[in-house]
């Protein structure tokens, strides 16, 4: 006899359908069309508990279903072994820096406990991080070191986005050189709601990103491209976007980074960045479903996208060895082609 338990939700005005026990407001047997809060842990409990014909349907139901969870729960990450570059120190500082500042700007969390969370962070889960990497050893604090900045990147991110969600709008913030040693901090309104900070986060670490290789950082001249002029076609874009991934890969960001595939009908192009520095905390950030992710090299490019007049899509994945994106521009610079 089936059970009565809902597979989505645990609820138990399940009727026997055909394939899966499901209750009334889900639907019977729709494996395909569940969304990521329906797989709560709960209801994957349930699941186990769950009797089902085992018919050549099932196996292929079962096979989906499979399928599914292995995108939606992808496998955590494995250590990247291969050798990486070191970073250039002015370079490394700018990207942190970059998303510090971000947050500072942003004011949903008092900086004094934005540090404190990040420490606490770092602190749980460094003995782990080197255990993983066992014999080899992250020079702890050497952000040129790409072991190293690959955690300090990953737990910056990681913080950033466990703070997120519960941002606040007014706090006290410790302040140095104010008489009682606090100020009090309002945050935007245009951004009191919290589900904005993300995409307002990765917008302006972007531009602090493509201003300092542009312009510079603390002494140190990258020589970034500067914004496109009005018209620009896709080829000058492209090739733009190829030499501020050439500076980024001779800062150590990766072993190689190439624009190819670029298809002016669609108004695309494809990155692949090969042994990026931010590859174990990216795929990490991504298997814990954080709220931002350190892809440092598509927040250069949107930001110098925009400096353009620009904007654009990306689609993003990750393997052992690199980064795969591509882009699909959704704004011409005036004068330019649809």
């Known amino acids: 006899m089936l059970s009565r338990l809902c597979l989505v939700c645990g609820g138990k005005r399940g009727k026997a359908a055909a394939m899966a026990v499901v209750c009334d407001r889900h639907g019977y047997g729709k494996m395909t069309e569940w969304c990521h809060a329906s797989l709560s842990r709960r209801c994957l409990l349930a699941g186990s508990f769950i009797s089902v014909p085992f018919t050549q349907a099932s196996v292929s139901y079962a096979s989906e279903l499979q399928g599914y969870l292995s995108r939606v729960f992808p496998p955590a990450p494995e250590p990247i072994l291969f050798p990486r570059k070191a970073l250039n120190q002015p370079f490394a500082v700018l990207l942190m820096r970059s998303a510090y500042e971000t947050v500072d700007d942003l004011d949903f969390i008092p900086m004094n406990e934005f540090q404190k969370a990040f420490w606490k962070l770092r602190a749980s889960e460094q003995e782990a991080y080197n255990l993983q990497y066992s014999p080899l050893k992250p020079r702890i604090g050497d952000v040129t070191d790409s072991l190293y900045f690959d955690f300090i990147s990953y737990s910056q991110f990681s913080t950033i986005s466990r703070e997120m969600p519960q941002g606040q709008q007014v706090f006290k913030e410790y302040c140095e050189d104010c008489p009682d040693l606090y100020r009090i901090v309002r945050r935007d309104l245009s951004l009191a709601d919290n589900s904005q900070l993300p995409t307002a986060f990765l917008i302006r670490t972007g531009d602090r990103i493509y201003a300092g290789l542009k312009d510079g950082f603390r002494g140190f001249q990258f020589g970034a491209p500067p914004p ?111």
Request: hydrophobic content about 40%.
């Open 228 to 338: 496109l002029a009005p018209g620009a076609s896709l080829e000058s874009i492209t090739t733009a976007v190829q030499k501020l991934l050439d500076i980024m890969v001779d800062n150590g960001y990766a072993l190689k980074a190439m624009v190819y595939d670029v298809n002016d009908a669609e108004q695309s192009f494809k990155v692949k960045i090969t042994g990026p520095a931010n590859l174990w905390g990216l795929t990490s950030l991504a298997y814990r479903r954080a709220a931002v992710l350190n892809v440092y090299d598509c927040m250069a490019i949107q930001g110098l996208l925009r400096a353009s007049g620009l904007s654009a899509d990306f689609d993003l994945s990750t393997s052992s060895s690199g980064i795969e994106e591509r882009w699909v521009l959704s704004q011409r610079p005036e004068g330019g082609k649809p």
